[in-house]
């Protein structure tokens, strides 16, 4: 933990740079640095500038078991949800305007979804079960003649609930309709591939696996081609699918956080399974809290909990020793409870009082026992100063 | 005691809480609830769904209010404002109950507009309170 800093438990909102990534990319800065224009090969600087993307676009391959030509890089996991859906949808208008997507999906998801509606796109919004883990019946009963994209996640960021990717990419696979995936929670926490995923567009971000923010990448299937149109026009980068300069620096430190994230995700996934187990535990003693989310089908450093008798937003400012976020609407950047745990049936009332915690690499032991004690000791104090407190 | 009538500033932006608002979340005033007893009233009022629910009871002496305690659920400034109403509500009147207004409580602590609801709670509490004493003058009344 930094001195005076509360202590970090807010990993899937975003990670720390690894200092190996820091590294690998400060390398790029600097007049002695990779500061050429990657499109720029006519010269050494551009050339050295390109190598090193493209470096990067094999290790980001790599991680997800694609081929190095099928990533696109782009801002973030936000900006390839949006070119994923909108640019799928739009370019195959013509053969259908039915789309299927989640209730829990993520805000760039849901968001996009409904810029479709606007277009004249109809959307199939598909609710949980009280797991959060959408069933993939639930998605072959929605599918119709026109249907022409299906999106879903991987990860849930809220509950880290894992969907049966697989099995739905299967579905769409044999029905000929282009299946995407946000997969911004996945890398580091659980092995993709996206061939044996059957997944068409998958959309990823540096920032949740300790590389930088502002650089992202969308998978998109080429064999067969994919049709896509894009958002940004420009110099025709990125196969004409995004265009603008490469950011050389931040496409380097994404490449080197996937390399190591797949590097030690065995051994990252075994030490927080048992960091968040013992965080459970010591929650679950003070009675009267819900885990939120299948118990079974969730990554390992990510704690969903809603505690009764407590509101959201006490229980955070009582929390600030810890760095967490809250389904609570007054202290987040929306006006409603978490939409993810209502779609879940969870009442307002217990999605305003949920805390997620999420742990990560740099999280230790002692770190788990101090914020076990400090949420003891307050989800107790404020449920004494509750109506009906025993 | 006197009623605040006026709008009150529009307080803080959320997440942010002044000094007043820290003390007494962090260290309540008269927390609890009085058993039932002849010379104690209470009112309630909100529930948890809404986002605020308070409890006030208060023992009467010499028809003012004695000492005044307070259950409280709601964000930090619901359990602040009850805190500090707990103690501001010590020496009141009945008149002074039915004349109280949320108004002040949002300009003492700053509650940000988006809270203003909750203080309205709040009154509705005090004012529940004033009924419970107007029941209480009832029955105490000679046939």
Known sequence: MSAGLPIYLDHAATTPVDPRVAQAMIECLGPDGAHGNASSVGH?????????????????????????????????????????????????????????????EHKAVIEAFKQLEKEGFQVSWLKPGSNGIVDPEQVEAALRPDTQLVSLMHVNNETGVIQDVAAVGALCR?????????????????????????????????????????????????????????????????????????????????????????????????????????????ICALGGVELNGDPQRRVAGLLNVSFHGVEGESLQFALRELAVSTGSACSSATDEASYVLRALGRSDELAQSSLRFSLGRYTTQEEIERAIEVVRREVARLRALAPGAP | MQAVTHRPARGRTQGTYGALVLEHFEHPRNAGRYRPQADVIEGAAGRPAQGAAFVLSARIEDERLGAVRFEAYGCPHCIAAASWLSERLRGATRADLDAWRWTEAADRLEVPAEKWGRMLVLEDAVHELARAWERLGEAAAPE
Not at chain 1, 44 to 73: D, F, K, N, S, T
Not at chain 1, 75 to 104: K, P, Q, W, Y
Not at chain 1, 202 to 219: D, R, S, W
């Open chain 1, 174 to 282: 044999a029905r000929g309709v282009a299946f995407h995936v946000d997969a911004a929670q996945s890398v580091g926490k659980l092995p993709l591939d996206v061939q044996a995923m059957s997944v068409d567009l998958l959309a990823l971000t540096a920032h949740k696996a300790y590389g930088p923010k502002g650089i992202g990448a969308l998978y998109v299937r080429r064999d067969p081609p994919l049709g896509l149109r894009p958002l940004i026009y420009g110099g025709g980068q990125e196969l004409g699918l995004r265009s603008g300069t490469l950011a050389t620096h931040q496409i380097v430190g994404m490449g080197a956080a996937f390399e190591l994230a797949e590097l030690e995700r065995e051994a990252d996934v075994e030490r927080l399974t048992r960091l968040r187990e013992r965080l459970w535990q010591g």
């Open chain 1, 44 to 104: 050494e600087h551009g050339r050295r500038a390109r190598a090193l993307v493209e470096r990067a676009r094999a290790q980001v391959a790599a991680a997800i078991g694609a081929r190095p030509e099928c990533i696109i890089w782009t801002s973030g996991a936000t900006e390839s949800d949006n070119l994923a859906i909108l640019g799928v949808a739009r370019f195959n208008a013509d053969r259908g305007r039915h789309v299927i997507s989640a209730r829990s």
